[in-house]
């Protein structure tokens, strides 16, 4: 077993003696340390065995338990053991969609180790597991696209480019959350000749997919994608909507509309 201190904890002395782990947030500090345990912490950086930590302990003319007592203050601050995953365990995430903003989407998911995929058929067997997908589209996303992932109670992430802003969002939670035909339903009620327009929109390219925008967007999805693999709710009830000259955020929430019936709610009557 190598023991290596965590390289993503940042180390700051507070004086000569007193070292402390994490520069917003003090996860550890140690006060009063030797010069064994700075030659120890030396070699924990890199990394080290119990018999090559021993050794250097001894080279320093310190106890035999010194590196155990080292080893555990530092407890809180050690990478931990790496656990090799078969490739077979890595999230499936399916990006719906192309362009910069998909592209850079798959690159980043794929860094924090997420399969992500695009160009996929709706007959791949992915798109029936995937733990999550992605929906690009330009002014509005065509209902029997977005319905395609509700029916198969994959949670979903809309990116829509419009003429002004971008927005990511709402994550769809199927049967828990507001769906896009909810979206679509409130936007009909803040224009009742919303859906006359979408219907001219469905396949009109945006065109305002600069490098930066995707880079805003990606992130916004991005973090969201990664939050709900973790088991989080991020954007499942609101969007964020960047906008293409500022880069200023703007936040919308989102509720369920009772004309929809994706909650199993009754249908409006009105
Ligand atoms: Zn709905």
Redesign the pocket.
């Known amino acids: 077993m190598v023991y290596a201190l965590d390289p993503r904890i940042h180390r700051v002395w507070r004086s000569p003696s007193t070292l402390q782990f994490g520069v917003d947030t003090a996860v550890l500090t140690l006060d009063d340390l030797s010069n064994a345990d700075e030659r120890m912490l030396v070699a924990l950086d890199a990394g080290v065995t119990m018999s090559g930590l021993q050794m250097v302990a001894r080279r320093a003319r310190a106890g035999a338990g010194a590196p155990a007592r080292l080893l555990e203050r530092l407890a809180p601050v050690l990478a931990p053991q790496p656990e090799p995953e078969p490739e077979c365990e890595r999230p499936v995430v399916v990006i719906d969609g192309a362009g910069q903003t998909a592209a850079r989407l798959i690159e980043a998911l794929g860094e924090a180790g997420v399969d992500a995929r695009s160009g996929l058929t709706w007959d791949d067997p992915a798109v029936d597991t995937a733990a999550a997908a992605v929906v690009v589209g330009s002014f509005a996303v065509e209902p029997e696209r977005h319905r395609r992932w509700l029916r198969r109670d994959v949670p979903h992430l809309a990116i829509v480019f419009g003429d002004e802003r971008v927005r990511v969002g709402p994550f769809v939670d199927p049967g828990a959350g507001?769906?896009l035909?909810?979206v679509d339903l409130r936007l009909t009620d803040a224009d009742p000749a919303w859906p006359a327009m979408a219907t001219q929109l469905y396949t009109r390219d945006a065109r305002r997919e600069t490098p930066l925008v995707a880079a805003a967007a990606s992130g916004v999805a991005g973090f969201a994608v990664l939050d709900r693999l973790r088991g989080g709710r991020a954007l499942s009830r609101s969007s964020v909507a960047v906008d293409y000259v500022t880069g200023a955020r703007e936040e919308t929430d989102w509720a369920?509309?009772p004309g929809?019936g994706?909650l199993g709610l009754p249908a409006d009557p009105a």
């Open positions: 507001p769906c035909g909810c369920a509309h929809c994706c």
